[in-house]
Each structure stands twice: as structure tokens, then as C-alpha cells.
């Protein structure tokens, strides 16, 4: 019997060797568990339609029907690259992204209405804002200002690139004085926060969109739950960084599924 048993084992093991891995997927939002397949062209939970996060092509494929890259030779500069273990983290995600920086920019259209977009990489380092994020994010709405173009960002960040010390954190001011100068030409920026949108991105130009909106159940936050449960002594509601909360409380104009993005973009560029 105790050999049979084993066999048994063996075999029940053998079986679970050739299930391939990430058949079924569990949804981080309402904890569901689904075959993959179910995901869709889209990426969207079948039970709550959470849109699992996606690469800055990939978003760019399923949302435009052109798009032409600018500036995509900028990186970090090479007075931050003695730091080794940085070095490394960046030449992996510029393997897995296949991108120099972790937002990609350029100048868009959607039918015949052109404009300018850029979409953060949640791969690439978590999304962080580094020098050279800041920097094509500012040069993308200084050639938009110039050109008389209306602006999309997609932003997915996890906040300021730390390795970057305070030259991370003054890409804040550098690109909201883009935002500006191009809000006073009179031209329009919609910001699509996805998930998740926290720390500087979220205290900067990710919320100063004349149009603020986000897929559903995105995290949008700056500080971390943690971090806030510890500062103010208590436990805060489970989804108060989720979009849901935000709409609700007036820090978001809309909440839009993915699958009909493209069209509500199309409607919005149209008014511009």
C-alpha cells in the first residue's frame, strides 16, 4: 500500500508539472479566480472588470491607430550609473520593456484628430519618475504647445525614482511648468490614471489634467497604506485610494473601462 501511495504521489506530481503556469489568475481587486483565457483582448477581470496592467506598447496598440515615437534615445544620465545595483535594475528593465526610460512619447491619432501622448511602463522600475521620465514628459508637452496639440498621458507609477535623489523629485515642478505653459496656450490635457498612480507622480502632473479620469479600481494614492495607517493611528477604509472613493469625493471627473477607451478619448479630443 505505502508503495502505491508513493507511485501515486509521484504521478499526482508529474500531472501538476505540465500544468502550465498562470492557467487560472486571481484578481487582486475582487479575489476571483479565472482561466486565463477569460482575460480578453483587454486584459479585464470577468467578474469586475479590473484591468490587469499592461505595457506602454501594448496600451499604445489597443487605444490609438497611430502612433509615431519621439525622443526615445533619452536614459538616465550617466552621473547616477556608478551606482551599480541601479545600473542593473535599469539594463533589466530596458531588456523587459524595450524602452530607455519608463514612459514612451510622441504624437498620436485616433481617426483624423492628432495629438500627443505618453504612456508610463509599470515594468520599467515600478513606473518611477526619474530625470529622463521628466524629461521626455516635458519635452512631449513643450512640442505639444508648439504644435497646438492636445496632450494624453497614461500614468502607472509607483512614484519618484529614490536612486535619483532630489533630482527625482524636482521632475515634479519640471514638468507641471510644462502642464502650465500649455494650459495657457488654451489646449487641452486629459490624464488617465492607471493602476497604480502614487507618490510625486500622482502630487504632480497626474492630477492636473483639465480632465482627470481613470480605469476602474485603480489605486491612486500618495503615500502608502502603511505609511498612513502609522502617521494617523488608524486603519482607513479598504478602497479609499481606489477610483471608486476618488469620483466619489470629487478628485476625478470619470471612471472609463478600457475596452471603450479609445472612444471616449476620441469624443474628448474631438471638443478640444
Same mark, same amino acid.
Given at each position: ?101 519608463? +514612459? ?14 505618453? +504612456? ?34 497614461? *500614468? ?35 490624464? +488617465? ?10 502630487? *504632480? ?57 479609445? *472612444? ?9
Amino acid at each position: 500500500m505505502k508503495n502505491n501511495k508513493s507511485e501515486e504521489t509521484k504521478d499526482l506530481q508529474t500531472l501538476m508539472d505540465k500544468v502550465p503556469d498562470q492557467l487560472f489568475i486571481k484578481c487582486p481587486v475582487c479575489e476571483e479566480n479565472f482561466y486565463n483565457k477569460k482575460l480578453g483582448e483587454y486584459k479585464l477581470c470577468p467578474n469586475c472588470g479590473y484591468g490587469f496592467r499592461l505595457g506602454a506598447q501594448e496600451r499604445i496598440n489597443m487605444t490609438v491607430d497611430e502612433f509615431t515615437p519621439i525622443d526615445s534615445e533619452i536614459s538616465a544620465p550617466k552621473r547616477f550609473l556608478g551606482d551599480e545595483k541601479y545600473a542593473g535594475k535599469l539594463e533589466k528593465s530596458k531588456k523587459a520593456t524595450d524602452l530607455n526610460e519608463s +514612459v514612451q512619447t510622441g504624437f498620436a491619432k485616433i481617426g483624423d484628430t492628432e495629438f500627443a501622448l505618453g +504612456v508610463m511602463d509599470s515594468r520599467f522600475i515600478m513606473g518611477s519618475l526619474g530625470t529622463a521620465t521628466g524629461e521626455k514628459l516635458a519635452r512631449l508637452f513643450e512640442q505639444a504647445t508648439e504644435k497646438n496639440l492636445p496632450v494624453v498621458v497614461f *500614468s502607472c507609477s509607483g512614484g519618484a525614482r529614490m536612486q535619483e535623489g532630489i533630482h527625482s523629485l524636482m521632475q515634479m515642478a519640471k514638468v507641471s511648468q510644462a502642464v502650465s505653459d500649455h494650459a495657457e496656450k488654451g489646449l487641452l490635457y486629459i490624464s +488617465v490614471l492607471t493602476d497604480p498612480t502614487t507618490g510625486g507622480v500622482t502630487a *504632480s502632473y497626474a492630477m492636473e489634467g483639465d480632465i482627470n479620469i481613470s480605469e476602474p479600481h485603480t489605486l491612486i494614492g500618495f503615500a502608502g497604506r502603511r505609511v498612513i495607517e502609522k502617521t494617523i493611528q488608524q486603519r482607513p477604509p479598504k478602497d479609499f485610494q481606489r477610483a471608486e472613493t476618488l469620483l466619489k469625493n470629487g478628485f476625478l471627473d470619470a471612471i472609463v473601462k478600457r475596452d471603450e477607451m479609445k *472612444s471616449v478619448l476620441a469624443k474628448l479630443l474631438a471638443w478640444n
